[in-house]
Every structure is written in structure tokens, then in C-alpha cells.
């Protein structure tokens, strides 16, 4: 088995110990050293690294293994590493920041479904290249998102479509609601710290710079920022030192979302002459949303969105069934370019940089709000499989009435077909069922048809032997979901035309 050395500066990290490719031994060995450099490698004596993610100014990143769970569960261990320039305050702060990290994704995360579960934050003591010292190295241990971030998928897939980038205004809006009613200040919004799950989540990354409010915002107790920021991503409060709000956050997000829009760097879209963001020429979007983009990036705290609830609110609404989120291909190549910093699985904050002045910022209003649930609507590939899934349901659930009741011309046989098909639209539209939901319902429905006893009554012609009969419904099943698909495409053009014409 590869396992990977976290020690900082080692020549040869990568390892190999073949005892420990048998599960006997991996789950009993006690410990295993670095052949190079003697760092131990089974960290708090289960994780075990087995490569590198990324790396910054403050740490590093491991994608590593968990052996005390029966799947050896993927996870990401993330090492307190800060640069050999730091002076003594700078240090200080950058381990505040991590162990800071570690309590918001305990108090956040797992409570949080967008947010990664804090698995483990410990301590390593290893030998030092000094003779009779040790070295003392911070780790944490998150869950592993699977996917890409945003700043990755631009690079790959091009430019977003205003769609898509609706799409992570609403995601990443809900759970900035989130963290700032809790008290956080996350501080480092931009497109690397996004991570698109497999799944299609999206998943707020790197807490490294967060920051409690302490006090209310504007009131004299409260302190100012620590200076921690992306460049090109960061308001001018950050920038300055100075307090910082909930519309920091929002500022943040709003030159994320225009970089995705266009593939251009911060730098390229900010005209520092005039002290104005010149991006409107550079894509289509419609006048909403890029009069709530240009409300989020206003130089003054005050003159934003003053929550996230607020930015929420003012998103156009959308159709129930959503347009799908899809990336539009572009030339992208501004995109591939990386950003001043970049944090790969939450790996790595910014290298700290000195306050300038300690201008007194304006006092923003409340940042109290009521939650609010918003759920986003469905991408193309939801809405599909939804229809699809109807369609089969519906199907399935024509012939299992139809053979209790013997006939499909009876009243009640079309009330109560109705009556199940709304209530499976309705079921997928509440979100109370879908995913995997989806494919166990229909296994278990094509199941329970198939044993009926009576579908000689509907389905005369077929063998009266299981396989013959699971065929056939199965068949019937599929057609009926393909006809649904090809209604809700239909729909789905003629929405969009009516809603372009009128």
C-alpha cells in the first residue's frame, strides 16, 4: 500500500509497505514510519495518506484513508503548515485560524448537509532533524467531497449560462444564510472553494478564514479583520482590515459568479482607474441578475444586500421545473488561468498580508433574519428521470389496478390511476422523494406488480410463468416512462416559447 509522508520538505514522501496491502495487518499494526524522513504515517494511529491535494500558504491537503472503517472511507486530512516567513504574530494568527476551522466545521458541518462533517482534529509529535527535538504538526480530518470545484469546472467546461450561475447564487445564498446566522463570516468566497459533488450538490469549502462575530456589526467592541483574503475576490473593508459583515460574503460571491460568467480573472473585469467592475459587455445575462450582481459588489458595505436572505430574495423567480443548470461551452481559455491562491478540497487559505488602516467601516444593518428553506429547482437530468419515473410508475401502476379491477374503461379505475400519479408528481415536486428514492420505488413497484394473480385479466396473451409476465410489465413500463419524457420535453419547449413570446 502507497502511503504519503505529511512532514513539510521531505524528499521522497511517497512510501510503499506491501504487509499493509493485507486487511489483517493494516487494521492491527501499530504504527509505520517514513523511510525517508521518519515522520510517523498512520496519523492518530488510523489515517493514512496516500496522496497529495494541495498546498498554500497556511497548509496542506491529503486525500487519505480511514482503516478503522469496514470500506477504508475516503477522507481529507488537512495539516496546519504555514510558511517559514511568518513572524511570531502572523504564526499565532494562522494557528487561531486553523483550530478556528475545526470548531466551525464541528458546530456547522454536521449540521449542514453542504457544509463537510469535521471527522477528527489532533496533534502529531514527530522527531525533528534536530538532535533530542520534536516537531509538533496540527491536523483535521473532513469528509472528501467527490467532485470538482467551480474554479476546475470552468477550466474544463467553459463559461456558465446564467442559469448555472442562478444556480450557485441559490445554493451558495442558502448556506451563507446559514453560516450567518450561526455567527460565521466565512471570508474567503471563490470559485475553488465551491465543490460540485458528484451528485450535483454544491459544498461550501475552507473555513480557514472564518470569522466570529464577536460583537455586533459597527458596534465598538467589535474587532477588525486579521487581513486574511483572495486577492481580486476580497471587498475593500477585507482589504483594509476593517470590520468585517455578512455583505463581505456577498461581495465574494458576486465576483464569483462574474468570473464564471465570463472566464476572466478578478483582475481582468476590476478597472481600477474608474473603481467600478466593467463585466456587463463580456456576457448575456438578463437585467435581474446583473442588477443584483452589481448591487453585491458596491464598494460600501451598506449599499448591498445586507443578508443573504435579502440576495435571495431578489432572484428573479423561476419556472417549478427549473432550466438546466448547464455549463455553456466557450472558448474558456481565460479560465484555465489559476487565481492568485487556490484551495483544492478546502487545502489551503492565503498566505496572510498586513492590515492597512483601521478606517472606521459604516454600520450595516442587522444581520437577523428569519430562516427561510428554499429549495432549488430541479436540472435538466432531474426533471428528465422525474418524468421518466412517473411515466414507469404510472405504467405499473395502470396494470395493477386495472387487474384488480378487471377492466380499464370503470370511473374508478381512471380516479384512482389519477389520483396515484398526482400524488407521485407531487411527492417529487415537495423533494419527499428522489434520487435513489427514485430506482428503489421503481424496483419494488415492478416487484409487486408482477406477483399479482390476476393479470390474465389485463394481459391475456403472456405465459402465466413469472419471467414471461416480468417482461412484458417491464416492457409496458419502460414505454409508458418514455412517452412521459417525451411529453415533458414537449411541455418543456412550448413553456419556453410562451414565456419568450410573452
Not at 58 to 77: E, K, S
Not at 100 to 106: F, T
Not at 134 to 143: H, M, S
Request: aromatic letters at 8%; a neutral charge; charged letters at 15%.
Amino acid at each position: 500500500m502507497d502511503v504519503y509522508c505529511t512532514r513539510p520538505g521531505c524528499s521522497r514522501p511517497q512510501n510503499h509497505f506491501s504487509d499493509l496491502d493485507d486487511p489483517a495487518t493494516l487494521r492491527t499494526v501499530q504504527q509505520k514510519f517514513c523511510t525517508t524522513c521518519g515522520m510517523p504515517q498512520l496519523l492518530a494511529g488510523r489515517y493514512l495518506p496516500v496522496r497529495l491535494l494541495g498546498q498554500g500558504g497556511f497548509g496542506a491537503a491529503f486525500l487519505a484513508r480511514d482503516r478503522y472503517t469496514p470500506a477504508m472511507r475516503q477522507c481529507v486530512v488537512k495539516q496546519f503548515q504555514p510558511s517559514g516567513d511568518l513572524n511570531a504574530a502572523q504564526l499565532q494568527v494562522a494557528q487561531n485560524l486553523f483550530e478556528r476551522e475545526a470548531q466551525v466545521l464541528e458546530s456547522l458541518g454536521n449540521r449542514h448537509r453542504q457544509i463537510p462533517d469535521l471527522l477528527a482534529f489532533f496533534e502529531v509529535d514527530a522527531p525533528s532533524s534536530s538532535p533530542g527535538k520534536a516537531d509538533t504538526y496540527f491536523y483535521l480530518v473532513q469528509e472528501f467531497i467527490d467532485g470538482e470545484n467551480l474554479e476546475e469546472e470552468l477550466a474544463r467546461r467553459g463559461t456558465f449560462s446564467e442559469e448555472a450561475v442562478r444556480e450557485v447564487l441559490r445554493e451558495i445564498l442558502q448556506v451563507l444564510q446559514f453560516v450567518h446566522e450561526n455567527g460565521s463570516i466565512h471570508r474567503d468566497i471563490k470559485p475553488s472553494n465551491i465543490m460540485r459533488h458528484k451528485d450535483g450538490r454544491l459544498f461550501l469549502l475552507d473555513f480557514g478564514a472564518v470569522k466570529q462575530v464577536t460583537a455586533a456589526a459597527g458596534s465598538p467592541g467589535g474587532k477588525a479583520s486579521t487581513g486574511i483574503y483572495s486577492m481580486g475576490f476580497a471587498p475593500p473593508e477585507q482589504m483594509r482590515g476593517d470590520m468585517v459583515y455578512p455583505a463581505t460574503d456577498l461581495y465574494a460571491l458576486a465576483v464569483t459568479c462574474i468570473t464564471l460568467l465570463t472566464g476572466e480573472q478578478p483582475s481582468q473585469l476590476y478597472d481600477a482607474y474608474s473603481n467600478t467592475w466593467k463585466w456587463r459587455d463580456r456576457t448575456t445575462v438578463s437585467d435581474a441578475l446583473a442588477t443584483l450582481l452589481d448591487q453585491m459588489l458596491e464598494a460600501t458595505p451598506s449599499q448591498r444586500p445586507q443578508s443573504a436572505e435579502a440576495a435571495q430574495a431578489s432572484l428573479r423567480p423561476v419556472p417549478p421545473v427549473g432550466i438546466p443548470p448547464a455549463v455553456v461551452s466557450s472558448t474558456g481559455a481565460a479560465a484555465a488561468a489559476a487565481a492568485p491562491t487556490t484551495s483544492l478540497q478546502g487545502a489551503a487559505a492565503p498566505a496572510p498580508a498586513a492590515s492597512a488602516s483601521a478606517t472606521p467601516a459604516p454600520a450595516p444593518q442587522s444581520m437577523a433574519s428569519r430562516p427561510v428553506s428554499v429549495s432549488s429547482p430541479p436540472s435538466l437530468l432531474e426533471y428528465l428521470a422525474g418524468a421518466a419515473f412517473t411515466g414507469f410508475e404510472g405504467g405499473l401502476l395502470a396494470i395493477g389496478i386495472a387487474s384488480l379491477i378487471g377492466t380499464l374503461v370503470n370511473p374508478m379505475f381512471w380516479v384512482v390511476w389519477l389520483m396515484g400519479v398526482l400524488g407521485l408528481v407531487y411527492a417529487q415536486s415537495r423533494r419527499w422523494i428522489e434520487r435513489m428514492d427514485l430506482v428503489i420505488i421503481s424496483v419494488g413497484t415492478l416487484i409487486v406488480v408482477v406477483m399479482f394473480p390476476f393479470l390474465n385479466r389485463v394481459l391475456p396473451g403472456v405465459d402465466d410463468n413469472l419471467f414471461s409476465l416480468f417482461r412484458v410489465v417491464l416492457i409496458l413500463g419502460i414505454l409508458t416512462g418514455l412517452a412521459a419524457v417525451v411529453i415533458a420535453i414537449i411541455f418543456r419547449l412550448v413553456y419556453l416559447l410562451l414565456s419568450r413570446v410573452l
